[in-house]
């Protein structure tokens, strides 16, 4: 399992959703329908994607059950190779100590006085972002129509797409991937997701560094 894509797609996404923002902001949110534009912008997405050798940033998630219960705010460093083999890595500097990596088709888990171990299949969610990852490889970009009606939106200086799950078996875990990149750049920003009951989680993305292959 190799090139993840942040993210990617993994993971994932954000308590405060666009659309439920002020009028005015909403009035300076346009969907993006023109074809020609769009083909570029996936052409944009893929060539930034596979220029991508390695990201290191910190990260700031948050996660919320709507009308119910917000969790603690787990902030962080999150540090991706595309080198064979990839490997994503997350740790947590708060709540509490933890990380996790995951590498090849497996998932590791360390929190303090704990260590678990799990194959990428057990694990319902982490199952799916494998087919997007190994979507990814194929096709040098996280934008997979076989696997996601796609949506493009632009506000100000910002790109905004939204993946929603084609098949059966992801749309009973995700609802939706948001993801909000730079529009000049395509660096991704945040990425946010909906998982089937509706619970929000979003990982916001700051000091951003790139290295290039």
């Not at 709507?66 to 603690?72: G, H, I, T």
Request: glycine share 2%; aromatic share 14%.
């Amino acid at each position: 399992m190799k090139k993840i894509l942040t993210f990617i797609s993994i993971v994932f996404f954000t308590t405060a959703n666009v659309f439920a923002q002020n009028d005015d902001f909403i009035g300076r949110y346009k969907e993006i329908t023109d074809t020609i534009v769009i083909n570029k912008l996936k052409s944009e997405i893929s060539e930034t994607f596979k220029k991508i050798g390695s990201i290191e940033c910190n990260y700031l998630m948050k996660k919320e059950i709507p009308m119910l219960y917000k969790f603690p705010d787990t902030k962080g460093k999150m540090r991706y190779k595309k080198s064979e083999p990839s490997e994503l890595y997350w740790s947590s500097d708060s709540p509490q100590k933890s990380n996790f990596t995951l590498k090849n088709d497996s998932i590791e888990f360390v929190k303090p006085n704990e260590f678990k171990k799990m194959a990428v299949d057990e694990h319902p969610i982490f199952r799916e972002v494998s087919q997007i990852i190994k979507s990814g490889e194929k096709y040098g970009s996280f934008v997979d129509e076989s696997m996601f009606s796609v949506r493009f939106d632009k506000c100000e200086g910002d790109l905004y797409v939204t993946l929603y799950p084609k098949k059966s078996r992801m749309k009973k875990i995700i609802d939706h991937f948001y993801l909000k990149m730079d529009y000049a750049t395509k660096v991704v920003k945040q990425i946010n997701v909906y998982d089937a009951s509706k619970t929000e989680t979003s990982i916001i993305l700051s000091d951003v560094k790139i290295t290039n292959f």
